[in-house]
């Protein structure tokens, strides 16, 4: 009687589990319509009125006028009048486990993340391991999240900048690190700061053999020139791309590798940096930035400039200070910590003029993106997220301002976060712009994009992986995420 009790009740919860899962694939595969919308399809066609997209098992199944599409019977309707529909959006440079595993990603990020209307990332250096099953389950449906790409971990000198890094101090550990990280399934690899010449041209090279682009920081040890003609696919940060258009470029780079000076005191190591930073600014060449930009364009090398890794912590001021910033509610109070450990460590014992020649740099540095896009040079929107001060999600609204306020037009600044990612990926043909037989990675909008570049934080929706998530299911993304920030 027990033995029969027992199956029974298993039957039952089988049945319960079965009932479960089929109600939430079936929740993924019902049609999708939006309909009466403005469609901004990023292809920088001008916006289409009254239009209705049709949706079906995570694709774009028709576009047209809504006066002729046909809904599908028993399609979720999503009524789209005085709205924007615009891609979805990508960040190409993230830490997605850089907040305390197997929570940090999964409970603050990635919801941010998707609440934000970012549905692609490019995750810039992390265990592999890690990044495969988070990849795995926001495939699967088990959480919902962005379409992930990665590089697993750094390739850097010794000792490295970051973890997890891989040392490679000479050519034959430069290739052995490439062919480990093909082996590994990496979408890219990832180069960092330290790296000697040795190491990274051969590293470069094996990359080329092995079918696989490389991207990351210039080594300060090369020029962005040098680093481009290598085939660098993509330079992160404007990482020496200021000091390759300087007439002093050799002179300040040979002063920069100096080693510290053992004993000196924290005031004149200060000294020597702002007469370094003043002397790169005054030195900026119109001939060598042609130069340089001669040089992208050749090799279409593209640049991630991460403009709020910029402004508030590589060159923060108390003015981008985000100490009393609202959304730190979203942040969890350990992270939160180190964050203000950072920014402590940026702000304390420096002067007025400091942050004044923090400033011209941020200044310049908008100034060779304004250039690098009017020479054609590709650009990508993305943030360091989640680097001291970056808050995931948010921050890349902060990116495509900054894009803007360098001179990119509003079409551009979305390209860079839609079709130009798509490109880079490699997957221009499933993502990217809105079109049928395309991922309908999309995101509605209660204001016109173009008319400013913030209204693209104004999200009525988001649909990602075959999820609708309207304005309340997105709010209660955020609200999780609040709640896990408080006890965390």
Known sequence: ????????????????????????SSTRD????????????????????????????????????????AIPPGARVIDGSGKFLI????????????????????????????????????????????????????????????????????????PPSFQPSVVVQNAAEGKAAVDQLKRDGVDFVKVQSRLQPEAYFAIASEAKQQGMRFVGHVPDSITAAQASDAGQASLEHLTGVLLGMSEKENELRNEKMKPPVAGESREVTRNR????????????????????????????????PTFPTLVHIGFVTPQTDLARDPRLKYVPSSVQANWQKATREQLEGYSSEDFILREAIVRHSMDAVGKMNAAGIPLMAGTDTAAPNVIPGFSLHEDLGYLVRSGLTPMQALQAATVEPAEFLGKGAEQGTIEIGKRADLVLLDANPLDDIRNTQKIRAVVVNATALDRGKLDKLLSSVGRFAATH
Not at 46 to 67: L, Q
Not at 277 to 295: F, G, I
């Open 273 to 304: 940096d702002r007469l370094w930073t003043q002397t790169l600014l005054d030195s900026l060449s119109a001939q060598k930035t042609a130069v340089l930009l001669a040089t992208f364009a050749k090799n279409r090398t593209w640049n991630v």
């Open 30 to 69: 019902i049609p999708l319509a939006i309909t009466h919308v403005t469609l901004i399809d990023a292809t920088g066609a001008p916006p289409r009125a009254d239009v209705t997209v049709i949706v079906a098992r995570g694709m774009i199944s028709s576009i047209g006028p809504s006066s002729s599409i």
């Open 1 to 24: 009687m027990q033995s029969s009790l027992h199956g029974y009740w298993s039957f039952l919860f089988s049945l319960f589990v079965a009932t479960v899962l089929g109600a939430c």
């Open 87 to 158: 891609p979805g959006l990508a960040d190409m440079h993230v830490h997605l486990t850089g907040a305390g595993e197997p929570n940090g990603s999964r409970e603050f990020i990635l919801p941010l993340l998707v609440a934000n209307g970012i549905t692609t990332v490019r995750d810039m250096g992390g265990s592999v391991e890690l990044l495969k099953t988070l990849r795995a389950e926001v495939e699967s449906g088990k959480r919902v999240g962005p379409r992930i790409f990665f590089t697993g971990p750094y390739l850097d000198g010794n």
